[in-house]
């Protein structure tokens, strides 16, 4: 593909996220199913012009305002301002590349070229920006955004407008030892660093293709985060525990929490989507987890909850949320965002953690997690729970990463939250509670008359 047709695919592309009908990264994908000729290199162009526009969006918004002369703010002109202001491409290059030919894009307007010429000798960012359009985020989060991260809201979101390395997990079911599967890489030719939270993983800064490599196809590794890694692990899943991953999704989670229990005990992974759970069966397989039970529920307050209350050791929850913390990976998931939705998932997060602690026996465990960064989310949802379940305590993180992880926690606190700045991770945040073990009823001596002992020889009634 020529760099006109890259530049054309990439403002297709965006027209169709704009539409906001699924996410980007499952658009981008269809597109390259669907079109075989695109190399590695087209691939990878493609991914670059649109993800340099998902990114900083607002910020290009911006400038179109400021220097379009009244230009809309549509797909193709946040295109040409990404080029100019994100990518360094000079005004020629552009118009070289939009030249009308088959397959891209149509030449520049007037007022274009105007924009483009403007926007090269601009820097991407301007002391007059107001705080949200330098953090490219919506307006609407921060007051949100500035109860959760204070004066580093500034610093994270900036490490959330730049792009995440590929998190690898070391699959305990298959492999035991983290050097080793480091080596197996480093002899398909991918360099891999240790992650230093997760004691499980691995992290490559490189695009890599992932699904040739040995390592991947044997079940050696599997792609997740470090934060997400570190959930997993906070739970403290054993061997021959009953666990219930109660929002799995397609199984991420699920396969962490299996290997966690070295396959010996009964992992239930529920969702209330059949395909999603559909979707985890070639993973399972992969990774070679024999233990999970798939169970598809019409709801959080699905009839089966009530059939199996107080029967799981550990019950995790990783709740749908915003997904503030994922927008490294998914940043046009910000911009679909809208007031009601965080009111909407806050309630249902309510609910789901209502309908889950059923599940729990007495001593045993409730893990909340979130991929947010939000108080409404995180926090507030616990002291929520906890006020309206005094039979659940929190847990300190630090004696559960001791006891789990060994050493000390990232960060100071009874709960735990991720982020990129800080962490390198996702934005992450991990509660642990445990029911309070069921009271042994006092033993009191009822009192007697006096009994007439038994004769000689007799042989005593009952229990001696």
Known sequence: MTPGACIEAAIGLLEKIDQGRAPADDIVAGYFRSHRFAGSGDRGAISEHIYAVLRRRAALDWWIERQGAGLPLDARRRMLAALALVEDWAPAAIAGACDGDRFRPQPLSREEARLVEALAREKRENRDMPPEVRGNYPAWLTPHLEAALGRGLAREMAALNEGAALDLRVNRLKARDREAVRAALLRDGVEAARTTLSPLGLRVFERIPLATLDAFRDGLIEVQDEGSQVAALLADARPGMRVADFCAGAGGKTLALAAAMGNRGHLVACDVSAPRLERATQRLRRAGASIVQRVPLSGARDKWVKRHAASFDRVFVDAPCTGTGTWRRNPDAKW??????????????????????????????????????????????????????????????????????????????????????????????????????????????????????????????GPA
Request: with cysteine; net charge negative; hydrophobic share 40%.
């Open 336 to 461: 679909r965002l809208k007031p009601e939705d965080l009111a909407e998932l806050a309630a249902l997060q309510a609910d789901i953690l209502d309908s889950a602690q059923r599940l729990v026996k007495p001593g045993g465990r409730l893990v909340y997690a979130t991929c947010s960064l939000l108080r409404e989310e995180d926090e507030m949802q616990v002291e929520r729970f906890l006020a309206g379940h005094p039979d659940f305590t929190l847990l300190p993180i630090a004696a559960v990463w001791a006891e789990t992880i060994g050493g000390e926690p990232p960060a100071a606190g009874d709960m735990l939250r991720l982020s990129p700045a800080r962490h390198g991770t996702d934005g992450f945040f991990v509660a642990v509670m445990e029911r309070k073990a069921a009271e042994k009823p006092e033993q009191h001596s009822a009192p007697t008359s006096p009994q007439p002992s038994p004769p000689p020889g007799a042989e005593r009634e």
